[in-house]
């Protein structure tokens, strides 16, 4: 019974503290007592369910019945707490200096923003938040206010408001929060808390697994310094200032503003440092839950930041993959030498499909190395390379080939380095590849017709695929100088194109022909999207960046679908443009010329056979020394 009187007093005292209206006071001190007397008399102790039986057996009026049940939750509170909560506190109470001061500054802040029938309702939301803190909380001061105790007035005291009351509450306490913010009182992170729909999506690294809470830890506290959350948070809206220049979709903005937000919160409420290590863990566990459909979209946003972070602007040309690696499942010892052997191909300057072809090669050969039983290079005996060579099978010997030329390279790296001590291990790998020679493949006078002629369904992608197709058509260029055509290299007085050949970097001047201007002037004109890009070509849709070269086969296959498997690829338009001037009788040095070759050695693979002038100077079969006895149907 004494902790009963106790807690009783601590009730008591609490309204005469907070001015409780007296008839509250009077009983509450009513219903204290009867239910102390009760439990003495019965030997009974005090619990919630007991005071709950104990009130339903009582034969009073509404108003009473409904007041003393409020005493009984204030004094299961004390029990549970050692204060009244403020689910149960009392409709006014007293704030304390710090408090009151801050709600009244900012009322006369915003005087002018609202009518004064207005103001009074603000007051009464504001001070609804800074009660909660005082009475749940004990703060009396806004720089003890913390993020969990936001999260925790979100969860219980504003979930407990009605709909209407709900979304007017949450609205005016989180531009009070930001006021306070602007004023340094507190983080903008409070007010972004309660501005979001999802509070739920916000995490502290207790929330997540124990190896992954760890190593963001260790990351985000040794990047605090470099880069702070509040320095995060600056450069995010940056980016989505940029984002807004260049004119990205409203799904793209609202998503990055949100993903960037829910990142900030995560890095502020446990004060780490922004690092990409960091940011892919947490979205490794959280993306799915977070993002749910805008996964991609949101992991995409976080790697143009990642960039723009780095170059200062964000660069629309990137394009970021995110499969795993197959290489991932080797074991250390196998896969950390394979970096290395990766990483000394790319200080080569080794194109990245090239370093992919060397990657995807070599990891087949150590699978089967490890299935193998090896659990050292130095174990590779050459009986194991025939094996493999054996069981390595591919749909053609190119393909074969082209992978046992990579791991041989590879072999003799190994030797280089010392993890094996047989240099020659790599000539036990065959090369199984003859040189070949290949009939030319060219567009016919129908097909050629057909690809000038073709327009999408789109009119204005149309006109850009028209003049794609035409440029290649009619003057020969590759897929990768007509996607990377500027303007500053169109000469409109003189008629030409002058431009740097991507695969040699050699410059070209080559002459326009009148229908390739004019598909180029429709597509300027009448087509292009209105960006500021320099490039002639761009893709059709925020942020209008110039198109890739897989544009140029995409082109080839829309015309000619049938042909997709048999030499059908915007090469063919070279290979065209080329024949076409040897059959009229263009020399070898001039076509070479024309299609950027600075020898005339190789022009022969895009020029097809001139079966017309062959007939003129034909051999006979004699005189070659083809005889045609023997074979397979002669003795």
Not at 90 to 111: C, N, P, T
Not at 299 to 313: D, P, Q, S
Not at 424 to 433: E, M, Q, R, T, Y
Request: hydrophobic letters at 35%; one cysteine or more; a positive charge.
């Amino acid at each position: 019974m004494d902790v009963f009187q106790t807690n009783s007093s601590i009730v008591l005292k609490y309204l005469s503290e907070n001015n409780a209206n007296p008839t509250v006071y009077c009983l509450t001190h009513s219903c204290l007592s009867k239910l102390g007397k009760f439990l003495h008399d019965t030997s009974i102790s005090y619990s919630l369910d007991v005071a709950k039986e104990w009130l339903s057996q009582l034969s009073l009026c509404a108003n009473t019945i409904q007041t003393y049940g409020k005493a009984i939750r204030q004094l299961d509170d004390v029990y549970k707490y050692g204060h009244v909560s403020f689910a149960n506190r009392i409709h006014s109470m007293i704030l304390s200096g710090q408090f009151s001061g801050a709600v009244s500054d900012y009322l006369s802040d915003i005087s002018g923003k609202y009518s004064k029938k207005h103001l009074p309702n603000i007051r009464i939301r504001c001070k609804y938040f800074l009660e909660y803190m005082q009475v749940e909380h004990q703060h009396s001061e806004i720089c003890e206010i913390t993020y969990t105790d936001v999260l925790s007035f979100h969860a219980t005291a504003l979930k407990r408001l009605s709909k209407a009351d709900y979304g007017m509450y949450k609205g005016t306490i989180a531009n009070f929060l930001r006021w306070l913010s602007e004023k340094g009182a507190c983080p903008i992170g409070f007010s972004m808390l309660l501005f979001m729909n999802h509070a739920e999506k916000v995490f502290m690294l207790r929330d997540f697994s124990n190896g992954t809470a760890l190593y963001i830890s260790a990351v985000g506290a040794s990047c605090l310094m470099d880069f702070s959350p509040e320095e995060f948070y600056t450069a995010s809206l940056d980016f989505c200032m940029e984002l807004e220049s260049l004119g990205y979709a409203d799904t793209m903005k609202t998503t990055a503003r949100t993903a960037l937000d829910l990142l900030y919160l995560f890095l502020d409420m446990n004060r780490l440092g922004y690092d990409p290590k960091l940011v892919n863990e947490w979205f490794h566990e959280k993306g799915d839950f977070c993002f749910k459909k805008n996964k991609y979209m949101a992991r995409r946003i976080f790697a143009l930041f990642e960039v723009f972070t780095k170059e200062g602007t964000i660069i629309t040309t990137h394009y970021f993959t995110y499969r795993p690696l197959l290489c991932d499942g080797l074991p250390d010892w196998c896969r950390r030498t394979l970096d290395q052997f990766l990483l000394q191909k790319e200080r080569e300057n080794l194109a990245a499909s090239t370093v992919c072809m060397y990657r995807s090669s070599i990891t087949r050969f150590c699978f089967f190395i490890v299935d193998n039983g090896i659990s050292s290079f130095s174990e590779i005996t050459p009986e194991l390379l025939k094996r493999f060579n054996i069981s390595d099978i591919h749909s053609t010997p190119e393909g074969k080939n082209a992978y046992n030329v990579r791991i041989r390279k590879f072999l003799f790296y190994l030797a280089d380095n010392c993890y094996t001590d047989n240099y020659f291990l790599g000539n036990a790998l065959p090369c199984v590849h003859a040189p070949s020679t290949k009939i030319v493949k060219t567009l016919t006078p129908d097909e050629s017709y057909a690809l000038e002629n073709y327009m999408d369904e789109d009119y204005s992608i149309g006109l850009r695929n028209q003049a794609i197709a035409l440029i290649g058509l009619k003057m020969g260029l590759r897929g990768s100088d007509i996607t990377e055509l500027t303007f500053e290299q169109i000469d409109w007085r003189l008629g030409a194109i002058r431009f740097i050949q991507k695969k040699t970097s050699v410059e070209r001047v080559l002459p326009m022909p009148v229908e390739v201007g004019n598909a180029l002037y429709r597509y300027i004109t009448e087509g292009r999207p209105d960006s500021k890009s320099k490039y002639v070509f761009i893709v059709h849709k925020a942020p209008y960046g110039r198109v890739k070269r897989n544009i140029c086969r995409r082109i080839i296959q829309k015309v000619f679908p049938e042909g997709r498997d048999d030499g059908y690829g915007f090469h063919i338009t070279r290979k065209t443009y080329a024949t076409e001037r040897f059959r009229n009788h263009v020399g070898y040095t001039e076509v070479a010329y024309l299609i950027g070759h600075t020898t005339d050695e190789t022009v022969k693979k895009y020029i097809s056979l001139d079966e017309e002038r062959m007939r003129l100077c034909p051999i006979s079969l004699s005189e070659s020394g083809i005889t045609m006895k023997g074979g397979f149907r002669n003795a």
